[in-house]
């Protein structure tokens, strides 16, 4: 049995992860979260989003969408790991097909026009171009 305090103060990842340290034997387990609502009664909604996950599934990779989706990707090009996504026009999750063509593409494009390609690397990225010469 593991009992987890303050539940809705953990992310979903830490969440899991220690879930995951109980019922590694043959013998039955649980894990109990327990969470303490705010001064209002209530416990914030990123966090009830999390403890519904948790109690939802038990699926790593469910978890991870989930956490992606409750807590945003952050900048792929920068130091900030959560939050609004630098993407303006796509999903991570429903545009993939998109962002596999985008890939694809944006070699050719270096080829054909370096300094276009440059140029669109600065209106997208702004200051964080520099991220790109690492």
Known sequence: LMVIEHAERFGLSQLHQLRGRVGRGAAASACVLLYAPNEAGRVGETARARLKAMAETGDGFEIARRDLEIR?????????????????????????LLLDWARELAPRMLDRDPELAQRHVERWLGGKAQYLKA
């Open 72 to 96: 945003g990707p952050g900048e792929f090009l920068g130091a900030k790991q959560s939050g609004a996504p630098l993407l303006r026009f796509a999903d991570l999750d429903d545009d993939a």
